[in-house]
């Protein structure tokens, strides 16, 4: 049921090579997070969201220091070993301090095409509008360039639907985890979600139907055990995400940019454009990298953990994300207040030794859950 997805994940460069080469489409890098894939589908492009990788860092560390984001740094070593010759074009959101200077990075270093979406921190409506106007008007001469093709009204409603119609089946994904505790494995949930990733989405959509279509067959683990929420920017590395299933905790929701904060997001607005981008961008779930003063995380968090029936929350901390970091102190001071109890695991993406990591998920699992692990 789950093969399709740990396939395309098991060579990435072959799943993104296959594609690339059916579809006829130039493959663009999408550095995260919140870009709006629509725009790049609809000038026929191909786009491929770039989360880091676990590589060793070798050649990156000229330009980025050890203390920078792992995800950055790991994207950068994969370019400047070769490892990305199939990504013809990148473009970047302005998440964050790092992420804008590897923005500039890859245009000073390689000879690719590089975009940016810089993300307003204005709440005005008249300058919000002005600034994404612009920022939208040049992103999409910018794609037409690069692909060849022009960006239709149709194309645009198209893709709209298509990657709506991807995000509405994720959810549905979401729903059943929460309704249905220990239906899906931790470790099979994510390997579903970063197939997303570098999947073409009408590929990926198919997956999920078929999977949705099979998964009300799958018996529950007997007994409630203990149930989590995660948090985080990034749920890699994938293989650790099993320590959840080893350590017999059934995860119910998340709080990932790259799960929730992005795939929360509706069908995005085409007849308005503009309108609809500032909507994808400030919509769905609110996220620490993105100024939006009407939209409080401690009680969108609190409210999460509650309506999930959890037990307690894992903070799943990539090194070295600043806003994740500068965010944790004050959820955890409310989570506190709210006597949810949360735990905070520290990482890096080429981690390779997870004994710790077991040794921590085991031991919260048993104190919020009484398991005897």
Same mark, same amino acid.
Request: net charge negative; glycine share 8%; proline share 5%.
């Given at each position: 049921?789950?093969?399709?997805?740990?396939?395309?994940?098991?060579?990435?460069?072959?799943?993104?090579?296959?594609?690339?080469?059916?579809?006829?489409?130039?493959?663009?890098?999408?550095?995260?997070?919140?870009?709006?894939?629509?725009?790049?589908?609809?000038?026929?492009?191909?786009?491929?969201?770039?989360?880091?990788?676990?590589?060793?860092?070798?050649?990156?560390?000229?330009?980025?220091?050890?203390?920078?984001?792992?995800?950055?740094?790991?994207?950068?070593?994969?370019?400047?070993?070769?490892?990305?010759?199939?990504?013809?074009?990148?473009?970047?959101?302005? =998440?964050?301090?790092? &992420?804008?200077? @590897?923005?500039?990075?890859?245009?000073?270093?390689?000879?690719? %095409?590089? /975009?940016? #979406? !810089?993300?307003?921190?204005?709440?005005?409506?008249?300058?919000?509008?002005?600034?994404?106007?612009?920022?939208?008007?040049?992103?999409?001469?910018?794609?037409?360039?690069?692909?060849?093709?022009?960006?239709?009204?149709?194309?645009?409603r198209e893709s709209a639907s298509r990657f709506g119609r991807v995000r509405f089946l994720q959810r549905a994904l979401y729903?059943?985890?929460?309704?249905?505790?220990?239906?899906?494995?931790?470790?099979?949930?994510?390997?579903?979600?970063?197939?997303?990733?570098?999947?073409?989405?009408?590929?990926?959509?198919?997956? =999920?139907?078929?999977? &949705?279509?099979? @998964?009300?067959?799958?018996?529950?683990?007997?007994?409630?055990? %203990?149930? /989590?929420? #995660? !948090?985080?920017?990034?749920?890699?590395?994938?293989?650790?995400?099993?320590?959840?299933?080893?350590?017999?905790?059934?995860?119910?929701?998340?709080?990932?940019a790259n799960g929730w904060r992005s795939i929360s997001k509706e069908t995005l607005r085409v007849d308005d454009l503009v309108?609809?981008?500032?909507?994808?961008?400030?919509?769905?779930?609110?996220?620490?990298?993105?100024?939006?003063?009407?939209?409080?995380?401690?009680?969108?968090?609190?409210?999460?953990?509650?309506?999930?029936?959890?037990d307690g929350v894992v903070f799943w901390y990539v090194k070295f994300c600043e806003p994740d970091a500068f965010d944790r102190?004050?959820?955890?001071?409310?989570?506190?207040?709210?006597?949810?109890?949360?735990?905070?695991?520290?990482?890096?993406?080429?981690?390779?030794?997870?004994?710790?990591?077991?040794?921590?998920?085991?031991?919260?699992?048993?104190?919020?859950?009484?398991?005897?692990?």
């Amino acid at each position: 049921m789950f093969a399709p997805f740990y396939a395309a994940i098991a060579d990435i460069p072959a799943t993104i090579r296959r594609h690339r080469d059916r579809l006829e489409r130039p493959v663009i890098g999408v550095l995260p997070a919140y870009f709006p894939l629509e725009l790049i589908h609809a000038a026929g492009g191909y786009p491929v969201q770039l989360w880091g990788a676990g590589v060793a860092i070798d050649h990156a560390e000229a330009y980025l220091q050890p203390y920078c984001c792992s995800v950055a740094r790991s994207v950068l070593e994969l370019e400047m070993r070769g490892r990305s010759e199939l990504i013809h074009a990148y473009v970047f959101t302005s =998440l964050c301090d790092t &992420l804008i200077n @590897l923005r500039e990075l890859y245009r000073r270093l390689f000879d690719k %095409p590089v /975009l940016g #979406l !810089s993300i307003p921190v204005t709440q005005t409506a008249e300058g919000l509008r002005g600034f994404l106007a612009d920022a939208i008007e040049n992103l999409i001469k910018g794609f037409e360039a690069i692909t060849g093709r022009r960006v239709s009204a149709d194309a645009l409603r198209e893709s709209a639907s298509r990657f709506g119609r991807v995000r509405f089946l994720q959810r549905a994904l979401y729903r059943l985890r929460r309704e249905r505790p220990g239906a899906i494995k931790n470790a099979d949930f994510h390997a579903v979600l970063k197939a997303g990733f570098f999947l073409p989405v009408d590929e990926y959509g198919r997956l =999920l139907e078929n999977l &949705l279509a099979g @998964l009300d067959s799958i018996e529950l683990p007997a007994g409630r055990r %203990p149930r /989590l929420v #995660l !948090s985080g920017m990034v749920f890699d590395p994938l293989y650790a995400q099993g320590l959840f299933d080893e350590a017999g905790a059934d995860v119910v929701d998340d709080d990932f940019a790259n799960g929730w904060r992005s795939i929360s997001k509706e069908t995005l607005r085409v007849d308005d454009l503009v309108e609809g981008v500032a909507e994808h961008l400030f919509g769905g779930a609110p996220c620490c990298c993105i100024h939006n003063p009407g939209r409080d995380r401690h009680d969108y968090l609190v409210r999460k953990i509650r309506d999930a029936g959890a037990d307690g929350v894992v903070f799943w901390y990539v090194k070295f994300c600043e806003p994740d970091a500068f965010d944790r102190p004050q959820l955890l001071a409310r989570l506190k207040q709210e006597d949810i109890a949360a735990t905070v695991l520290e990482m890096d993406l080429s981690l390779k030794s997870i004994e710790s990591l077991r040794t921590r998920i085991q031991a919260f699992c048993e104190m919020i859950g009484g398991l005897e692990i």
